[in-house]
């Protein structure tokens, strides 16, 4: 069992697969945090959430990485239409990445500055959240295409037919 994970773990399209929830559902999830934590103006706790923030902007970099070395693989799984959809997918994460990098980039910000300067912690982290929101609207426009390839979805689908038709 553990060979097997370990064989998975080097599995280019199983990584991207793993990695692929953290700039959407963990960044959602951070960013909830972080606004509650604005809202109690707690600074321990906008520290914590601005750490899972960044993180989560972060994780796009190897998320992109192994989603490209993976795309040869996962093209071959597709139909037309699904490849078409894959490098859709791929252009996209190409094009936007670059609001996740600015998220980290302020969120880093956020996490440093106020030691020196107090007074910009409340703009750099409301600079911080609306780079956050602008951010998941780019992941769910990135991850639309992919969904749309039909690769994930399709065995599972395949498998009902068949126990259906038994």
Known sequence: ?????????????YLHT??????IYGLGIALLGLVIATLIRSRPAQ????VLVLICAASIWPTMHYGERAADRMAVLAD?????????HGER??????????????????????RKWPKFALPLTILTIALALGSL???????????KSGIASSAPFRRRKRIRAD
């Open 80 to 88: 037309e239409d699904g490849r078409a959809w894959l490098a859709a």
């Open 137 to 147: 609207g780019a992941g769910a426009y990135i991850g639309s295409a992919g969904g």
């Open 18 to 23: 793993l990695l692929n929830p953290l700039p």
């Open 47 to 50: 520290m914590t959430a601005l």
């Open 93 to 114: 994460a190409e094009k936007l990445a670059y609001v996740y990098y600015a998220l980290a980039i302020v969120t880093a910000a956020a996490l440093l500055v106020p």
């Open 1 to 13: 069992m553990l060979a097997r994970l370990l064989r998975d773990l080097q599995q280019p399209e």
